[in-house]
T-cell receptor, first 114, second 121 residues
């Protein structure tokens, strides 16, 4: 199986700290897609980003930024100046080729304390 | 943006009964939908791919007779948990692929429903 590994099970920070969530993936596909989702306690999955394998350009969206490194098969997510509302479980996921079947990592529980 | 409605959001049933969960794409057509299962504090595991007008494709280890999937229209897929038992208690979540979304963009091509929490007593 082509795994997605989120080595950090839980992270706890104080508000305004920067935090990086790690994601390492395995793939045999030439074309693949990487995703990050946020799952608050209510349970719904909130889409954050999708990155195509042929686009290694890093992305910044407000306080969120993503670092895609094909050489290390990593797609890390950084939250700058964290806020209490960022507290949630964050999932990294991949899909291969034209197939949108997602393989999820185990998730990282982020707790931002006031 | 694309919206997927999942119903019911919560259901409690007695052991031995069957429960149906609906997944609807509200403003787009979805020939393909996906059903995931999530145990408490765990990741999401793909159960099956629901294909409009044809049989669902189940992942290894998922009992097709236990989890019946029907995708009768371009906007509706249903998951029926038959003869439910306490071990079937879980959070079930569907996603639908919006094939009208450009693949080359970073746009969200998969929209998830809000999930259905099943408790079997």
């Amino acid at each position: 199986a082509q795994k997605v590994t989120q080595a950090q099970t839980e992270i706890s920070v104080v508000e305004k700290e920067d935090v990086t969530l790690d994601c390492v993936y395995e793939t045999r596909d030439t074309t693949y897609y990487l995703f990050w989702y946020k799952q608050p306690p209510s349970g719904e999955l909130v889409f954050l980003i999708r990155r195509n394998s042929f686009d290694e350009q890093n992305e910044i969206s407000g306080r969120y930024s993503w670092n895609f490194q094909k050489s290390t098969s990593s797609f890390n997510f950084t939250i700058t100046a964290s806020q209490v509302v960022d507290s949630a479980v964050y999932f990294c996921a991949r899909a291969g080729g034209s197939n949108y079947k997602l393989t999820f990592g185990k998730g990282t529980l982020l707790t931002v304390n006031p | 943006g694309a919206v997927v409605s999942q119903h019911p959001s919560r259901v409690i049933c007695k052991s031995g009964t069957s429960v149906k969960i609906e997944c609807r794409s509200l403003d787009f057509q979805a020939t393909t939908m996906f059903w995931y299962r999530q145990f408490p504090k765990q990741s999401l595991m793909l159960m099956a791919t629901s294909n409009e007008g044809s049989k669902a494709t189940y992942e290894q280890g998922v009992e097709k007779d236990k989890f019946l999937i029907n995708h009768a229209s371009l906007t509706l897929s249903t998951l029926t948990v038959t003869s439910a038992h306490p071990e079937d208690s879980s959070f079930y979540i569907c996603s639908a692929r919006d094939q009208g979304t450009a693949l080359l963009s970073g746009a969200n091509v998969l929209t998830f429903g809000a999930g259905s929490r099943l408790t079997v007593l």
